[in-house]
């Protein structure tokens, strides 16, 4: 089973409307680590939001918001008041174990997000 | 936090030879890793590195791999005899915070 499920290929948002970008995740750890980072078309990988497994509020950074639902499985990425910068790739990701150890992050297969005017 | 910075940008080389790809400098970090990401793909894991010593790697790097810090503080990933579909962006990242994992501007690779 894949450990991090992101089912929108592909997405589009009118700008200054919120879009929100599936992700799905499979663990069988208590403590786990979910993140999502935009990948632009320059290709480098920016952080945007963290949110850990015992966190009791959902994590937000700026217009950027995780809702994070538990018993689903899921860590989906909220983006309010879209701009024409946000187009970029979207990847879902999570870090298995607690944090501070080396463990790896796994990703899912990303989401492509198109803001039109 | 300070930046991942990776050297070069991008690498073009003949299949079969070899290559290595550098993240520079950076000190007092115990946590590195590689990820590659095929064209258009995910970002797969490769290895990662703490304390001087492979921690832990993905199937994908095979002895045609390697990675080292040989002086402290660049962080290395070597491709010995490298083949087209060796073609990918490849990342040095380092774990800094409980928060983020904090990723290099990359490499791309292409082989010919």
């Known amino acids: 089973a894949q450990k991090i499920t992101q089912t929108q290929p592909g997405m589009f948002v009118q700008e200054k409307e919120a879009v929100t970008l599936d992700c799905t995740y499979d663990?069988?750890?208590?403590?786990?680590?979910l993140f999502w980072y935009k990948q632009p078309s320059s290709g480098e990988m920016i952080f945007l939001i963290y949110?850990?497994?015992?966190?009791?509020q959902n994590a937000t950074e700026g217009r950027y918001s995780l809702n994070f639902q538990k018993a689903r499985k899921s860590a989906n990425l909220v983006i309010s008041a879209s701009q024409l910068g946000d187009s970029a790739m979207y990847f879902c990701?999570?870090?298995?174990?607690?944090?501070?150890?080396?463990?790896?992050?796994?990703f899912g297969t990303g989401t492509r997000l198109q803001v039109t005017l | 936090e300070p930046e991942v910075t990776q050297t070069p940008s991008h690498q073009v080389t003949q299949m079969g030879q070899e290559v290595i790809l550098r993240c520079v400098p950076i000190s007092n970090h115990l946590y590195f890793y590689w990820y590659r990401q095929i064209l258009g793909q995910k970002v797969e894991f490769l290895v990662s590195?703490?304390?001087?010593?492979?921690?832990?790697k993905s199937e994908i790097f095979d002895d045609q791999f390697s990675v080292e810090r040989p002086d402290g503080s660049n962080f290395t990933l070597k491709i010995r005899s490298t083949k087209l579909e060796d073609s990918a962006m490849y990342f040095c990242?380092?774990?800094?915070?409980?928060?983020?994992?904090?990723f290099g501007s990359g490499t791309r690779l292409t082989v010919v």
């Open positions: 663990t069988s750890d208590q403590s786990y680590g």
């Open positions: 949110q850990g497994s015992y966190d009791e």
């Open positions: 990242a380092r774990h800094g915070t409980v928060r983020g994992y904090t």
């Open positions: 990701a999570m870090r298995e174990g607690r944090g501070g150890t080396a463990s790896k992050l796994t």
């Open positions: 590195f703490y304390n001087n010593e492979i921690s832990e």
